[in-house]
């Protein structure tokens, strides 16, 4: 229906009526010349029936339609969207994963200090008289090892006890149960050395512990001979354990 002319007046006058009166009268005052393009051409039979501003609508939305029915620009659009929510979702779970990391690292760190924490602050108080019961020497008679869960701490060192009875006696008079000069041998300091000693050599005197570095015939059996004396010369050098 490109350009015909003779296209009949009744459907020219009804699209023309169509888009409004003044139209109409235009055309209804011109003749067809030979020649001349009719109202209709370029449109369909369908199309000659909607108005200019629907067919241009139409056509343009169907040069611009997707398969599914979308425009180019809305998919296009989508397609953005689409990408920004992926590259979204992507960083969220990266960060959450390195969240979850520090957190484990932190609470992997967290339980390692705490549980190293009491050994810290063991280690820092020196261990007196290599863990024996100070207590036992006088309730048993014998060199007794103490239990590292039943502990008392007294004059800056660790003692340990065979049992929580002993414990408590020790903490209601330390000074009666705890060796007179610590960890260091009675005998060597009453001669103005200083000795560690070993528990296993031990002496009991007018109710008071002495522990001594060599047994019989030294160490217990020397010291006796001339207990008072060595005595008051252990105290006299007492001075020399200092930073010991």
Known sequence: ???????????????????GRFALRAISRRRMEPGTPAMGAGLTTLE?????????AE??????Q?????????????GLVAAREGQ????AMHNVSRRNAIHLVMAVAAALSASSMPSFATEAVPLAIKGY???AYFTTGSPTRGLPEIEYEWDEHRYLFASAEHRELFKADPVRYAPQFGNFCAMALALGEVDEANPENWLI???????????APMGPALFQQDLA????????NRALLEGH
């Not at 979204?88 to 960083?91: A, L, S, V």
């Open 88 to 91: 979204i979702r992507e960083f």
């Open 1 to 19: 229906m490109g350009t015909t002319m003779s296209l009949p007046r009744l459907l020219i006058s009804e699209i023309v009526a169509r888009n």
């Open 66 to 78: 997707c398969p599914n029915g979308m425009t180019q620009t809305a998919s296009f659009a989508a």
């Open 229 to 236: 004396a060595n005595i008051a010369k252990a105290n006299q």
């Open 59 to 64: 056509r343009y939305k169907s040069d611009n």
């Open 133 to 135: 019961d100070p207590v």
């Open 205 to 215: 005197s007018d109710g008071k512990l002495y522990i001594f570095g060599k047994p």
């Open 48 to 56: 000659l029936r909607k108005s200019p501003k629907r067919v241009a």
